[in-house]
Every structure is written in structure tokens, then in C-alpha cells.
């Protein structure tokens, strides 16, 4: 079945510095979904990319969908201790179930 | 947006006891709900897929006799699961796809803890 894989699986970094998460899915999918949990909170949409090659920003935040829809990156520029937590990516097949990558911990220190 | 109510927010109970976790799209009606466990520090693994009216679709290595769903209504959906063993203590959270969007919401989770 799909399996969906996400790098790295922790990252720390300075405040001010920049934070890519890779995730990449054995097969080809119809959208990619990227989710934020705070730690002991659940985890809340961010975004949905549908089309090959589509790029989507949200303020500091970078989504990439690749040109053969099968991964995809969040990049945060000028990180903020506000960004800490748990990036997971999901990506959904035709099958209609979203399979989650198994997340990047991104700790951010002032 | 959307919000999806889930109930409880923590239980615990004794081994051998059955316990239910209830799922509900407060404002918008859902056709599908998904079902996920999450282990301390580790990403959500879908256990069922739950559709209104017909049976849930389980993710292999889920034992569907263990963990019972039911999919009632367009908002709301239920986790049992029976018989618990400390093994089954786990973050239990739904997501239900709104109908009109096809957007995904989360409850908050249900901690579940046996002893």
C-alpha cells in the first residue's frame, strides 16, 4: 500500500533560521495535506496542494508539490519559537484515506 | 471553521472493560470519518475509515471485533473498544471530511488508558 515518508524526523534550530521538512510517497497522489500539532494538542490543517508542481505560501511558510505528485516540502523561513511542534504531511491516494508521514519535530530556540 | 467535538477527553479504565469514543461534526455533516491512533511521539496511524450507513473499512492489523465502529448519522461516529488491555492505552483521534469541501477537521483526541 502507500507509504508515506517525511525528513527529518527532528530538527532543531535558532530562532531566525530556516526549516525545510521533505516528505515523499511510494506512489503517486491525487492532493498532499500538511498538518501542525502543538505538543499535547491535535493537529490542525494547514494547507492542501492538488497540482503537480503547485507552490502555495502562507506567510512564512513555503509548500511545494512536485511535478510527478508524489512529494512534497514545507519550508519555514525566519523561524519563530511560535513554529515549534510536530509537521506532518499526509497524502491522500485515490483510495480516499490520507496516510500521514511520521512527522518532523521542529524545536526552536530563542 | 469547522469544529469536530470529540468525547471523551480522557478516560481510564480496567483492563477488561469496554469503552466508547464518540465523534461529532458540530456544524457541518460529515459522509466520512477516519479513525487514528497515536503513540507518544509518533505520527497518527489510521486504524478505520467509517462511512455513514455501511460498515467501517479497516486498516490491516486493526481487529475490526476489537475496535467497533459505528457510523450512525452524517455527524457523529463512535469508537469502541472492547475488552481493553493496557496495550490498547493510545491517542484515539477522528477526522471527519466536511460533504461540500471535502476538507478534513480533527477532534481533539480521546487518551485512553488502561490499567
Known amino acids: 500500500g502507500q507509504q508515506v515518508m517525511q525528513i527529518p524526523q527532528y530538527q532543531h534550530v535558532q530562532e531566525g533560521e530556516d526549516f525545510t521538512t521533505y516528505c515523499n510517497s511510494s506512489?503517486?497522489?491525487?492532493?498532499i495535506q500538511w498538518y501542525k500539532q502543538r505538543p499535547g494538542g491535535h493537529p490542525v490543517f494547514l494547507i492542501q496542494?492538488?497540482?503537480?508542481?503547485e507552490v502555495k505560501k502562507q506567510k512564512r511558510l513555503t509548500f511545494q508539490f512536485g511535478e510527478a505528485k508524489k512529494n512534497s516540502s514545507l519550508h519555514i523561513t525566519a523561524t519563530q519559537t511560535t513554529d515549534v511542534g510536530t509537521y506532518f504531511c499526509?497524502?491522500?491516494?485515490?483510495?480516499?484515506?490520507?496516510?500521514f508521514g511520521k512527522g518532523t519535530s521542529l524545536l526552536v530556540t530563542p | 471553521g469547522a469544529v469536530v467535538s470529540q468525547h471523551p477527553s480522557w478516560v481510564i479504565c480496567k483492563s477488561g472493560t469496554s469503552v466508547k469514543i464518540e465523534c461529532r461534526s458540530l456544524?457541518?455533516?460529515?459522509?466520512?470519518m477516519f479513525w487514528y491512533r497515536q503513540f507518544p511521539k509518533q505520527s497518527l496511524m489510521l486504524m478505520a475509515t467509517s462511512n455513514e450507513g455501511s460498515k467501517a473499512t479497516y486498516e490491516q492489523g486493526v481487529e475490526k471485533d476489537k475496535f467497533l465502529i459505528n457510523h450512525a448519522s452524517l455527524t457523529l461516529s463512535t469508537l469502541t473498544v472492547t475488552s481493553a488491555h493496557p496495550e490498547d492505552s493510545s491517542f484515539y483521534i477522528c477526522?471527519?471530511?466536511?460533504?461540500?469541501?471535502?476538507?478534513?477537521?480533527f477532534g481533539e483526541g480521546s487518551r485512553l488508558t488502561v490499567l
Open positions: 477526522s471527519a471530511r466536511q460533504r461540500n469541501t471535502g476538507e478534513l477537521f
Open positions: 496542494l492538488v497540482k503537480s508542481g
Open positions: 506512489t503517486t497522489l491525487s492532493n
Open positions: 456544524d457541518f455533516q460529515a459522509t466520512t
Open positions: 499526509a497524502g491522500e491516494d485515490s483510495g480516499y484515506a490520507l496516510n
